[in-house]
């Protein structure tokens, strides 16, 4: 279920959206229900109207529901026998196919106190309609969200250029973001779980073990979206919601997540979604996750961590007195080769045969508790520099940097190449990590809703949500 509310000010065209936005979904034949308000006479353009009738959309009929009295406060007579229709419409909604929209209009003070429209929120949840559009006072919107106890997947204001042609793309396109944003906080659920458990027991090869899980992730997800393109955002939100770890490696994990997603939905859609597309998503992905270690490294010490590699591997030719050895470039690749095999395999494995199992299983994963403690929003520039160092500190740093100085000083006995090779890989390690420790999920959404990405905003708001609720 998508909850979207417009909010705005008196007499700034809530309604008028909202009635805009009814009668494109009944043009399209969707199962719409609900209400809107219709204003009656307003001397004070700043101030409520006399009277309020509301429209019952599935009716078509027009009733009396409010009228001014200034000696009340809040100054408004509601009519209670409209009222105790309205609940027994909410009730009967459990009894009916779940409608593709309901519209709930003019929730404000009364709302805000727990009545009004209020008593029929419980039911209007419980009937799990596909969408409601709900329109609050922006005067007492946080007073709304508090009674109502939750958390809107989108927020438009009514003042919003082309508010309802970028209401009406969400409605159409709801279906696919909600998918994304579902799958991306099982994802990063994954990766919370699972992940945290085989980086804490070390077991072997437990990157490809991961990436070969996000491949079969991204294959179910994929048979649930109409443009597949989209699966590239699961694994940006995946990344997004390890942002949010109160400790533990960001980087990589971010980094890995996020290329893993783009490279299977580009495998999708220049393949198509078959045997060659699903195949050659998880080839690519495997690909990833067997180089990416190197391709890091490379990224700190540049062509240094090859040199380390081949006087590695002469030396243990030498050791073992092996008259040839294969090029280290021809080992990368068959290494390479083999893990985009494998994982490509599984995931064309998957999605022919034992779908249900696999299922059972994401679907316990998804129950677990995944954020438990989430880590600080940053702080100011200089505390994220600071903390950017400190993970300079970590093991999963600093070991193979040492490593790889070392190697090259042992061997070529090069003090000027070895205090390069740290220095650089330091300075490099430590802007990035900062970057990382800069990334603030809450104002990235800011920026979303800002700029009108309503889909990517879904979808990333709907996996918060739901992190929320564990």
């Not at 090029?327 to 022919?352: D, K, Q």
Request: overall charge positive.
């Amino acid at each position: 279920m998508l909850i979207i509310a417009v909010s705005g000010a008196v007499a700034t065209g809530k309604s008028s959206l909202l009635s805009e936005t009814a009668r494109w979904a009944l043009a399209t034949k969707l199962n719409i229900d609900g209400f809107i308000a219709v204003a009656g006479n307003r001397p004070n353009p700043d101030r409520g109207a006399e009277t309020y009738d509301l429209y019952r959309i599935k009716k078509g009929d027009l009733v009396p529901f409010a009228s001014r009295d200034p000696q009340l406060n809040p100054p408004y007579v509601l009519d209670s026998t409209i009222i105790e229709e309205e609940i027994e419409w909410a009730a009967s909604l459990k009894n009916s196919p779940p409608a593709d929209l309901i519209v709930l209009d003019e929730f404000g003070i009364f709302e805000a106190g727990g009545q009004g429209h209020y008593p029929i929120w419980t039911d209007i949840l419980a009937a799990k309609p596909a969408i409601v559009l709900i329109s609050i006072s922006e005067k007492h919107f946080a007073a709304v969200k508090s009674r109502l106890n939750c958390e809107f997947d989108l927020v438009i204001s009514s003042k919003t250029p082309n508010a309802a042609e970028k209401l009406r793309k969400v409605l159409i396109h709801h279906s696919d973001w909600a998918t994304v944003g579902l799958w991306g906080s099982i994802s990063g659920g994954i990766e919370s779980t699972v992940g945290a458990f085989l980086h804490a027991v070390q077991i072997p090869f437990r990157g490809h073990i991961l990436s070969t899980g996000q491949s079969v992730l991204l294959m179910f997800a994929g048979e649930k979206l109409a443009v597949r393109f989209r699966l590239a955002w699961i694994s940006i939100i995946a990344a997004g919601l390890k942002s949010f770890s109160p400790s533990g490696q960001r980087l990589r994990p971010m980094i890995a997540i996020s290329i893993q997603g783009f490279l299977y939905s580009i495998a999708v859609t220049l393949a198509g979604w078959n045997f060659a597309g699903i195949f050659m998503g998880g080839v690519l992905i495997g690909a990833w996750a067997s180089a990416q270690g190197v391709l890091l490294q490379y990224l700190f010490v540049g062509s240094d961590v090859f040199k380390a590699m081949d006087i590695v591997l002469e030396n243990v030719a030498a050791f073992f007195e092996l008259k040839s050895t294969p090029a280290l470039s021809v080992l990368l690749i068959g290494w390479v080769s083999f893990s985009a095999l494998i994982t490509g395999l599984i995931t064309l494995y998957v999605w022919r045969y034992p779908q249900a199992k696999f299922l059972r299983i994401i679907k316990k994963i998804e129950t677990y508790q995944v954020i438990k403690k989430r880590g600080k929003e940053p702080g100011s520039l200089s505390s994220v520099w600071i903390q950017a160092g400190a993970d300079l500190l970590r093991p999963g740093f600093w070991l193979p940097l040492i490593l790889i100085a070392g190697i090259i000083f042992l061997f070529d006995t090069d003090v000027k190449k070895m205090t390069w090779t740290l220095f650089r890989g330091i300075t490099i390690a430590w802007i990035l990590f900062a970057l990382v420790r800069m990334i603030n999920v809450e104002k990235i959404l800011g920026w979303m809703n800002k700029k009108g990405y309503w889909g990517p905003l879904i979808a990333f708001q709907r996996a918060l949500n739901k992190h929320k609720e564990h």
